[in-house]
């Protein structure tokens, strides 16, 4: 029997290469698409596939959210999270979530089927560079029994951090989240405090020094 698989991302290019790819297989089957969080939630819980490839930044509910309602509506359905940014708070926060897996958009496609075929047999997969951090992450804890200021900040803060970082205007990042422009300063206004940050070109060296934008994209 085929691995039944449910694609989540909002990015229809994504989701179609993505089929593309583990359509090679015959031991996997791509039952279906979800473009945001809640429709993710919704096709998991009617169709109950056994894997969901899970993006993290996704408008209406962010995949974090959406593994969470996952592990409560269709509890045998196991999520593989697949992102752009080597984020240790989005790694943490999807495990905690409930995810088995995790791995970087740009892994080589013999890495995301070996990972569906991994978390389909029970087993945790961390794409290589994955690893690394969460080896970091662990032996961090270990040393200083608590957490640095980053890992305090909350998924949204995350999220706006990188927008900004990308370059996008409040209003854009508003847009982008489905929230008032009031929200994002708020939230600016956190991330600054929190990060003890005073401009936005500090923000973005942050972000480059953290790995969640390149410095290509500036």
């Known amino acids: 029997m085929a691995i039944r698989v449910l694609l989540a991302d909002d990015h229809q290019i994504v989701r179609e290469g993505l089929r593309l790819l583990l359509s090679r297989h015959p031991e996997i089957e791509v039952i279906a698409e979800a473009k945001d969080g809640s429709e993710t939630v919704a096709l998991a819980e009617s169709l109950r596939p056994d894997i969901v490839v899970m993006d993290i930044k996704m408008p209406v509910m962010d995949g974090i959210e959406a593994t969470e309602e996952i592990q409560k509506r269709a509890s045998g359905t196991k999520v593989v999270a697949l992102s752009m940014y080597a984020d240790r708070n989005f790694i943490s926060e999807m495990f905690k979530a409930g995810a088995k ?3 970087l958009k740009d892994c080589a496609s013999s890495e995301l089927v070996e990972a ?3 978390v389909y047999n029970d087993r945790v997969y961390l794409g290589p560079s994955v690893s690394d ?31 900004l970082a990308e370059g996008k205007t409040n209003r854009e990042i508003a847009d982008l989240l489905h929230v008032s422009i009031k929200t994002v300063g708020t939230h600016r206004q956190n991330l600054m405090r929190k990060l003890g940050l005073e401009t936005i ?11 969640l934008v390149s410095p290509s994209q500036h």
């Open 133 to 163: 951090i969460v080896a970091k992450m662990y032996i961090h804890f270990v040393q200083q029994g608590s957490s640095p200021n980053e890992e305090k900040l909350t998924t949204r803060e995350r999220e706006v951090l990188m927008y």
């Open 201 to 211: 070109a500090d923000l973005v060296k942050y972000a480059i020094r953290k790995g």
């Open 101 to 103: 897996g995790f791995l």
């Open 116 to 118: 569906v075929k991994t």
